[in-house]
């Protein structure tokens, strides 16, 4: 059979594909009868609604399978014959324009089309061809020569190429006939090479066609075998795929396309080669490329062709239009043998899927009649999969890929039997698979739970519900496999890669390193791998380990130490850390598959250097997941001073993202391990304590907090295991059933934990089971006791005692000690339930505290009253549970401290340390007011004065309708209190709310009461209460309402600086004095206006520097220099008033230019220089 050629498409059949609406409306079709709704814009074997005349309309149709087009284009022709309405095409006015030599009217036409976004083929051809122009004058056509539409061309200076017109010709610049004339003569010159030089390529062409005979022979016997690419075809492949990349938006890929094929000019078809007839696009080549034809094509070129002996003098070709029958009908006829082979090949693909159903319930049969067989193990983590008890059997009904492949998620699902030829070879190869030994990898002699492990190994970061996951989690065994992986993959691989896809590439990498027998191969393969993606993001990472782990689990623990470690270690030192990243997660990743030796000495030692050396912040943090995966699987007891080591460096760690992460999973997954050693409470707690109080005893002004909080902090994170230790150990541990109705854990029984590692249930295995021992654990405590429950009597009995003892070493005045260490005690008590709270904490700090009567005036046993365990027992331990009988607990444990610090005359801090603790947390303001308000109604002095002065530390905290409805009523009812230190003690916390409120009714009342301390004659010779205003105004004055400073701060400062100066007793003068200078100094740095300047603060200053010129030298020097400042402030501002109408209008123009010109830098981009032009002068 005749080759078919699919460049042979007439121009008219591609005008009609890529003008589908310039043709006859079809509303006139006798089938249709009348005009129906146009069919779907995306269907391409659905006929147009309009048509051209009868040769474009069968072209246009020429794919379609249906039977409509033919019917179709009948109808037009008989409304073409019938009909006096038809529309010209433009091709035919084309090829009468051509074929009557109207060629400017023709390059008229042709250039109309291109402006508005059409091209006809037949001009594009004729007026990009330069055989159409180049020939001789004088030179005659030879006689079998067939002349073109338009005959010969004679050469003209008017007539030229689209490429040789020169516009600049026809300017008005005067005579340039001899610049014209040469640019004629180079115009000439450049065409005559580039004609040698398509003549060359066409003679290299022909000589390379001329192969041996027995060589083409081979090519034609031997189908498989691929005959080389000629140079004309690669060029004219290039242009087209060019052409396809650029219509379908790829231009990235068309520019790498270019850059790989410099050696050609995309832009030009002629520089394919010299007068060969364009083809159509790809698009429509892949359409035609299967239609069978039962006899060859009857069918002329009409684009413009030549010989290689005649190339200068050959003419374009063209079909006669007088005959246009024989080009339909052979149209139709193809388009008819098309829709035969599609529905052939549709009649094969049923009949092939009806042989398999039938097959596999032959099978199906078989197998419900026979005794299964033995499953294939594939692997040693599937053999407790509940899917292995299936009568079904995997050899005789294989899941997919023929069953030959090793699935890290399990045994896959059957989804279609196998052909009954391919039986016998599919039982082959699971012989093979049987024959095979079963890959073993070293388990570790640990005693972890189930569902500790796999919380631990979530870490891994694997995914395998995608797509693309679920064939990286797949390797094949067999090369049949590798085949099926490959056809699946590259479908996804060849439009991806291009556009950094480069995933897609895993499962080919994979299977091959797998299979390849050569260890050199699968060592560059496995080095692509790790060197696929430049900087991978996180769900590439994901991809290569979830890859590396299917890899380690098919080849074994020899193999990943032999190939795929040494790939890691090749990445260490990169200088991306997206790869080092890499290197650290697949270290935790790969850690189940390695030989224990390699798990607890190589990679430990890579990991640790990591944490020392590498700067990256989520480098650092994979390193230490990493090592917690790997501290989960090592069972090397000697490595445990190593592991200790590396949980303290990687705890003080700047980035806290990285301590983080070893809450989350280090300690956790160090702490199982020491719970197997039986290493958690006699090394590594005692060993954490131990290290707490070295650090108390340097002092308590040089003690590192940051350290503190470390140890502390890890401290807290082995409560879960410490407790989870207690239940396993208990005595009831083997009474523990858990059948029958297990009451549910509630939601707040346990703190939140950091991750799942911390997680009680998750270290016991179930939360079934952890429920059980709870109830078991609550009634042990509460009516058996303790006896023989050794791990719980060393929390008792060693750690509680340690604990209470560096509490009270601590010093109260640290809130961030005091804060850290009241939520390790909530922790553990809510961790160790309310019981035990109440039955073996509260009592040893009861013990501790001696909270009775008759101690209340003795000097011995108070002390520890004001240390941080009053702040720490009232936060930490009263706090964990918040019933009413918890709530009046705290009340009255506050109640006593306050009284007995008071009655003995005891610093308060440690009461402050617990109201600013407590008072960070709006759930006990009420609580404390209650607490105050019974010191405000106490008989003692001391005790009311103490409760004034702890409203002061609340009243910042509360909201402001409590500190009307409660606090200030309290206030006032102290400041009338017969004591006068108790009026006294009020006056900070009145200075606090002048501070802090902003309800005018509330400040007029603090200032009314304020005013009568000052004012009232009875408190005039009062020492300690002027030192008290003073030292509150000073504190308040910057941050309290302008208004109230000017009107009422200053001028008592002023009258109190004025008074003093007549003070006689020199030790009272100069506290005021003192005073003074620290409101003056804390107030000169707000804004005050020129009248209170001038009236109130520069004759307060000249005042206190009177007093001090006698009481203190050094002092009355920096008061000089303030009084000058002042001075030269009220001088500027008089300058500035008498200049006030020049200033308002220059501030007014300097305004609106300052507006114009932010509004002008406002609509700037980022250009450098569009900045620059905004720079310049307007001409």
Not at 570 to 581: T, V
Not at 716 to 723: A, K, M, V
Not at 848 to 853: A, K, P, Q, T, V
């Amino acid at each position: 059979m005749a080759s078919v050629n699919p460049f042979n498409l007439s121009d008219s059949e591609e005008e009609a594909e890529r003008r589908p609406n310039e043709t006859v409306d079809t509303a006139r079709s006798p089938r249709h009868g009348a005009p129906g709704p146009p069919p779907p814009p995306g269907n391409p074997f659905s006929p147009p609604a309009d048509a051209e005349p009868p040769t474009l309309l069968l072209s246009s149709n020429r794919t379609s399978p249906s039977g409509e087009g033919i019917s179709l284009s009948a109808a037009a022709s008989s409304a073409m014959a019938g009909s006096a309405e038809t529309r010209v095409s433009v091709d035919v006015i084309a090829a009468q324009l051509l074929r009557d030599q109207y060629i400017l009217t023709a390059l008229e036409l042709h250039t109309e089309l291109l402006e508005g976004g059409r091209e006809l083929p037949r001009l594009r051809d004729y007026f990009s061809n330069p055989g159409n122009f180049e020939r001789q004058s004088g030179t005659p056509p030879a006689k079998d020569q067939v002349l073109g539409p338009g005959g010969p061309l004679n050469r003209a200076n008017s007539i030229s190429t689209l490429d040789s017109l020169d516009f600049a010709r026809y300017s008005d610049d005067g005579n340039r006939e001899s610049d014209e004339r040469v640019a004629v003569l180079e115009f000439e010159l450049r065409k005559a090479r580039d004609t040698i030089q398509a003549l060359r390529a066409n003679l290299t062409q022909a000589a390379e066609s001329e192969g041996p005979s027995q060589e083409r022979k081979n090519f034609k016997s031997s189908p498989e075998i691929q005959e080389p690419i000629r140079p004309l075809e690669k060029r004219a492949l290039n242009f087209l795929v060019n052409e396809y990349l650029l219509k379908n938006e790829c231009k990235l890929s068309s520019i790498t396309f270019s850059d790989e094929n410099d050696d050609q000019d995309f832009e030009l078809w002629d520089d394919v080669g010299l007068n060969i007839p364009k083809p159509p696009d790809l698009l429509h080549l892949y359409r035609n490329c299967g239609t069978p034809l039962s006899s060859p094509r009857s069918m002329a070129d009409v684009s413009v062709g030549m010989d290689l002996g005649d190339l200068p003098g050959n003419c374009i070709t063209q079909d006669p239009p007088k005959k246009p029958d024989l080009s339909q009908q052979n149209e139709v006829v193809q388009e008819l043998e098309y829709q035969i082979s599609l529905l052939d090949n549709e009649k094969q693909s049923l009949a092939e899927q009806i042989k398999k159903l039938q097959s596999e319930i032959q099978t199906l049969k078989r197998t419900v009649s026979s005794p299964p067989p033995t499953t294939l193990d594939l692997s040693s983590q599937n053999t407790s999969n509940p899917c292995s008890s299936s009568t079904t059997d995997p050899l005789s009904v294989p899941p997919t890929d023929n069953g030959k492949y090793l699935d890290i998620r399990g045994v896959a699902e059957p989804e279609s039997a196998p052909d009954p030829a391919s039986t016998q070879k599919t039982s082959q190869s699971h012989n093979e698979l049987k024959s095979r030994p079963a890959v073993q990898f070293d388990k570790p002699n640990r005693k972890l739970s189930p569902a500790f492990q796999q919380a631990l190994l979530s870490f891994c970061r694997m995914c395998s519900d995608s797509r693309l996951g679920a064939e990286v989690s797949r390797i094949a065994d067999s090369e049949e496999s590798v085949m099926l992986m490959l056809g699946r993959c590259l479908p996804h691989i060849v439009p991806n890669v291009l556009l950094a896809k480069r995933e897609e590439l895993i499962p080919l990498i994979l299977c091959t390193a797998c299979l390849h027998p050569e260890p050199k191969e699968r060592d560059q393969l496995l080095h692509i791998l790790f060197n696929l993606i430049k900087r991978p993001d996180d769900e590439q990472r994901q991809m290569i380990l979830t890859g590396c782990v299917a890899f380690a689990r098919h080849v074994g623990p020899t193999r990943v130490e032999a190939e795929l470690l040494p790939q890691c270690w090749e990445q260490i030192n990169h200088k991306y850390p997206e790869r080092r990243l890499l290197v650290a997660e697949s270290c935790g990743a790969l850690a189940p598959y390695l030989p224990k030796e390699i798990r607890s000495s190589l990679v430990l030692s890579i990991l640790q250097q990591m944490l020392t050396e590498d700067k990256a912040d989520m480098v650092r943090e994979a390193v230490v997941k990493s090592l917690g995966i790997i501290m989960g699987f090592i069972d090397d007891a000697d490595k445990y001073s190593q592991g200790f080591e590396l949980m303290l460096m990687s705890l003080g760690d700047p980035s806290e993202r990285v301590v983080s992460a070893v809450h989350q999973v280090f300690i956790p997954a160090f702490a199982a391990w020491t719970t197997e050693l039986g290493t958690l409470q006699s090394a590594l707690i005692p060993s954490l304590l131990a290290r707490i109080e070295k650090l108390l005893m340097q002092g308590e002004h040089s003690l590192d907090e940051h350290k503190l909080h470390v140890f502390l902090s890890a401290l807290q994170s082995l409560i879960p295991p410490l407790f989870a230790v207690v239940l396993q150990n208990a005595p009831f541990t083997s009474r523990a059933k858990l059948h029958g109705d297990i009451p549910a854990i509630e939601v707040t029984r346990f703190p939140r934990p950091a991750s799942p590692l911390q997680d009680v249930a998750t270290i016991i295995g179930s939360r079934e089971t952890l429920s059980a021992l709870l109830l078991l654990y609550d009634h042990q405590l509460e009516h058996e006791g303790t006896t023989g429950w050794e791990s719980l009597l060393w929390v008792v009995n060693q750690l509680l005692p340690l604990l209470i003892d560096i509490v009270g070493r601590i010093n109260v005045s640290s809130s961030t000690c005091v804060h850290e260490f009241s939520r390790f005690f909530w922790r553990l008590c809510r961790t160790f339930g309310k019981i035990f709270t109440n039955t073996k904490v509260k009592p040893q700090f009861q013990e501790i505290l001696r909270l009775s009567e008759e101690d209340v005036d003795a000097s011995v046993g108070n002390g520890i009253l004001t240390k941080a365990t009053v702040p720490i027992y009232a936060t930490g331990v009263l706090t964990c549970y918040n019933q009413d009988e918890d709530r009046k607990l705290l009340v009255g444990f506050l109640e006593d401290v306050m009284t007995t610090l008071s009655l003995s005359h005891a610093p308060l801090d440690s009461l402050k340390a617990s109201f600013v603790e407590l008072g960070a947390n709006p759930v006990y303001h009420e609580l404390l007011l209650t607490v105050l308000w019974y010191g405000v109604v106490h008989t003692s002095a001391l005790v009311r004065c103490t409760a004034a002065r702890m409203f002061e530390l609340l009243v910042k905290g509360v909201n402001e309708t409590l500190v009307a409805q409660r606090v200030a009523p309290a206030l006032i009812t102290l400041s009338s209190d017969p004591e006068i230190s108790v009026r006294i003690s009020t006056i900070p916390a009145f200075g606090t709310i002048m501070e802090t409120v902003t309800q005018k009714e509330l400040l007029e009342r603090v200032k009314m009461q304020l005013a009568s301390f000052l004012e009232d004659p009875q408190y005039q010779d009062q020492h300690s209460l002027h030192m008290e205003i003073i030292r509150t105004f000073g504190r308040v004055g910057p941050n309290a309402e302008p208004r109230f400073r000017d009107d009422f701060v200053l001028p008592h400062l002023h009258k109190l600086a004025l008074g003093n100066n007549s003070q006689s007793v020199e030790s009272k003068r100069i506290d005021i004095a003192m005073q003074l200078f620290e409101a003056y100094s804390a107030l000169s740095c707000c804004f005050i206006s020129e009248d209170v300047m001038i009236n109130h603060f520069l004759p307060g200053l000249r005042c206190l520097r009177t007093d001090m010129e006698q009481l203190s030298p050094e002092h009355e020097v920096i008061l000089s220099s303030m009084v000058k400042e002042c001075e030269i402030k009220v001088e500027n501002r008089g300058m500035a008033d008498a200049q006030g109408s020049m200033s308002i209008a220059s501030s007014l123009v300097g305004e609106d230019a300052k507006t114009k010109f932010l509004s002008k830098m406002g609509q700037l981009t980022t250009s450098g220089a569009m900045l620059a032009n905004v720079f310049q002068r307007k001409k």
